[in-house]
């Protein structure tokens, strides 16, 4: 087994570990440990990092390239990891720039997550919608075309902005695992943080088939971007159910990588018919 593998295999037992512990002994799920999708969402957890991942950085590579092109850096700087941002906002304590990027990426990935509930770029998007039932591991379930166009529009801004890029990237880990953690089986809403940070209830609601949760609860870290644009969503005494969406979709990897394909293929030829 090769090293890469091995370590996706330790990381899923973990993982499993862990939220076996937060949803079912400090929360109150029941049901079956397998639940239904579970095989779907264990494959996208060995594709993603050996397909997606190496997709992903390409969204980091046009940036890069026009930083190289103004003359701002050079590639050597991007090899050695010597490049460290430019003009006033890189001058700034790295303390400092982490809390704007924190603060900036979760805008702009609130207004990406917008955008793929919209016209064709929904299909893409229903892919993590698909699951109906949400759990922890429900979160890996993305499409590679979502997971890229995620990554560039939140990181190329920053980039040329003047962000310290190992900065930015750093922040990747956490936007990961908390999102992993907002899929999670439980009802917790954080009392009177729920308006501060995000939380499961606040993210479930946005999974919810229920009508009233439609395009709601955009943002990933701070909800308080969805109070600001009139998408938040969150009912107190109520707790979201009845997830996944409206419409048939595959509910095995293969299919649901090539149906937004399909499904745009198909609009395209209803198009040069008319």
Not at 136 to 163: A, C, E
Not at 250 to 269: A, D, I, N, S, Y
């Amino acid at each position: 087994m090769s090293t890469s593998l091995q370590n996706t295999l330790i990381g899923l037992i973990l993982l499993s570990v862990l939220f076996l512990i937060i949803e079912r002994v400090l929360g109150s799920a029941k049901g079956p440990l397998l639940r239904r999708g579970w095989f779907t969402d264990v494959t996208y957890f060995f594709f993603t990092p050996f397909f997606t991942r190496v997709l992903s950085k390409m969204g980091l590579v046009l940036p890069a390239a026009l930083l190289v092109w103004c003359g701002v850096a050079s590639v050597e700087d991007f090899r050695s990891q010597s490049y460290a941002g430019f003009g006033p906002i890189a001058r700034q304590p790295l303390w400092l720039q982490g809390i704007q990027i924190y603060l900036l990426a979760d805008l702009l990935a609130y207004w990406s997550h917008r955008l793929f509930h919209r016209g064709r770029w929904w299909p893409f998007h229903a892919v993590h919608h698909s699951s109906e039932d949400l759990d922890w591991l429900s979160s890996i379930r993305v499409h590679p075309v979502n997971d890229l166009v995620n990554k560039f529009i939140q990181v190329t801004p920053l980039l040329l902005l003047g962000f310290n890029p190992w900065v930015t990237l750093s922040t990747a880990p956490l936007f990961t695992l908390y999102a992993i953690f907002l899929h999670a089986r439980v009802n917790w809403d954080f009392g009177p943080l729920r308006y501060v940070i995000a939380t499961p209830v606040f993210h479930r609601w946005h999974h919810s088939r229920q009508r009233e949760a439609w395009d709601k609860n955009f943002a990933g870290l701070f909800p308080f971007w969805d109070l600001v644009f009139g998408t938040f969503y969150m009912p107190r005494g109520k707790v979201p159910e009845d997830f996944g969406i409206t419409e048939p979709f595959p509910q095995h990897l293969p299919g649901q990588l090539w149906e937004p394909v399909r499904r745009l293929m198909v609009k395209k030829k209803a198009v040069e018919m008319k």
